[in-house]
C-alpha cells in the first residue's frame, strides 16, 4: 500500500486563488520531504527540500513566496501556490523516505490547473 | 546544467523482447542510483536501485546495470511485457549527502508492442 499520501489529487481554480496541496508519510516519520514539479513531457524537477521544524530549502529559480511549504509535523508537509496562474498549471509531486536506507517513496501526485 | 540525461525521449520494443534504457550523469558526487516508473497522471513508482560499490542489480525481469567510469546506467527489461509501456526516469543521489535528494533525467518513453 501506499506510504505517501497527496491531497488532493485533482485541483482547479481561478486565476489569482491559492491552492495547498498536502503530503503525508503514512508509515514512517519523515524529516525531510521533497516538493517535485512536472511539466507535460518534461523530467520531475526538485522544487524544495521541506525540513520539520525549520524552512524549506528552495531551489535555484523556484520563487519560496509563491510556493509556501510548511512542514509542522512529522508525517505532514504542504505547499501553497499562492496567487495562482496558468502557468503554474503542472503535476506536483512529493516525497519521502529515509535517505540511510536508500528509501524514497512518492506520493500519487497532484495535478493543478488553473483557469 | 542537466546532470542526470536520458538521450532517447521513446523506445519501441516488441512483447517478449528485451529493453534497453540508457541513462548518463555528470556529477561524480552521485553514489546511489534509481529508476522509476510514471504512468500518465500518477507518481512515480520505484523499480530497482543500485548502489555505486554494485555494477549490476537484478530484480526478476529488471536488470540495471552501472559503469562507474563511463558514468552510466541502464535498465533492462527482459522479457518486455505491454505492460511496461510507461514512462522510465532514472534518477541520481548522493546518499553520502544524507539528504535523499533525487535528480532525476528527462525520462524515457517505452511502449511495448504486443
Known sequence: GAVVSQHPSWVICKSGTSVKIECRSLDFQATTMFWYRQFPKQSLMLMATSNEGSKATYEQGVEKDKFLINHASLTLSTLTVTSAHPEDSSFYICSAGRPSHGELFFGEGSRLTVL | ?114
Open chain 2, 1 to 114: 546544467d542537466q546532470q542526470v540525461k536520458q538521450n532517447s525521449p521513446s523506445l519501441s520494443v516488441q512483447e517478449g523482447r528485451i529493453s534497453i534504457l540508457n541513462c548518463d550523469y555528470t556529477n561524480s558526487m552521485f553514489d546511489y542510483f534509481l529508476w522509476y516508473k510514471k504512468y500518465p497522471a500518477e507518481g512515480p513508482t520505484f523499480l530497482i536501485s543500485i548502489s555505486s560499490i554494485k555494477d549490476k542489480n537484478e530484480d526478476g525481469r529488471f536488470t540495471v546495470f552501472l559503469n562507474k567510469s563511463a558514468k552510466h546506467l541502464s535498465l533492462h527489461i527482459v522479457p518486455s511485457q505491454p505492460g511496461d509501456s510507461a514512462v522510465y526516469f532514472c534518477a541520481a543521489s548522493s546518499l553520502s549527502s544524507n539528504t535523499g535528494k533525487l535528480i532525476f533525467g528527462q525520462g524515457t518513453t517505452l511502449q511495448v508492442k504486443p
